[in-house]
T-cell receptor
Framework: EAGVAQSPRYKIIEKRQSVAFWCNPISGHATLYWYQQILGQGPKLLIQFQNNGVVDDSQLPKDRFSAERLKGVDSTLKIQPAKLEDSAVYLC???????????FGPGTRLTVL | AQSVTQPDIHITVSEGASLELRCNYSYGATPYLFWYVQSPGQGLQLLLKYFSGDTLVQGIKGFEAEFKRSQSSFNLRKPSVHWSDAAEYFCAVGPSKLSFGAGTTVTVRA
């Protein structure tokens, strides 16, 4: 069974630029999560999707971050404009349904200069 | 609000020695608890989980954890550490909106 795929693996941008990350969850998984992991900290949930609907985006900085999950499969997370403090690893995870084990992708490491 | 505290930022252990990583949680109802491991440049891999039932949970790679409701703890243990166990370990509380601790880095010395 293929795992959660993410791209790109690494991205370096200047502050105020925009960036997008892509996630392909495990086939059949209804729930998809985006986490932000700042160096030295544990992952922090940004947004949770159930199929193509948003379940929780309370910790998403909506003035600059946006996410969508078209057709309930792939998802993209966008930052526009980026700030220095957005430098982090962005992890995507999926699970068959909520309240279950989450499977994580390898992450995208973002550096904002 | 739910939260997790991992009191130990860094632990160094000799190969073959036992390992125990501490985790304390705060959650209003019966918690779903998880331990994940993260190697450098990798995503998180689930070691074990507790939803209900037997409070001693067995996981992969020889790890186990014990849920103690009275102490709000879910400590991770391994009887004999291998060099490949060097990694960062995260405790998390759920069920779906996971809150993670800050992690414990484990270094294994020969």
């Amino acid at each position: 069974e293929a795992g959660v795929a993410q791209s790109p693996r690494y991205k370096i941008i200047e502050k105020r630029q925009s960036v997008a990350f892509w996630c392909n969850p495990i086939s059949g998984h209804a729930t998809l999560y985006w986490y932000q992991q700042i160096l030295g900290q544990g992952p922090k949930l940004l947004i949770q999707f159930q199929n193509n609907g948003v379940v929780d985006d309370s910790q998403l900085p909506k003035d600059r971050f946006s996410a969508e999950r078209l057709k309930g499969v792939d998802s993209t997370l966008k930052i526009q404009p980026a700030k220095l403090e957005d430098s982090a690893v962005y992890l995507c995870a999926s699970s068959p349904w909520t309240a279950n084990e989450q499977f994580f992708g390898p992450g995208t490491r973002l550096t904002v200069l | 609000a739910q939260s997790v505290t991992q009191p130990d930022i860094h632990i160094t252990v000799s190969e073959g020695a036992s390992l125990e990583l501490r985790c304390n949680y705060s959650y209003g109802a019966t918690p779903y608890l998880f331990w994940y491991v993260q190697s450098p440049g990798q995503g998180l891999q689930l070691l074990l989980k507790y939803f209900s039932g037997d409070t001693l949970v067995q996981g992969i790679k020889g790890f186990e954890a014990e849920f103690k409701r009275s102490q709000s703890s879910f400590n991770l243990r391994k009887p004999s550490v291998h060099w490949s166990d060097a990694a960062e370990y995260f405790c998390a509380v759920g069920p779906s909106k996971l809150s993670f601790g800050a992690g414990t880095t484990v270094t294994v010395r020969a």
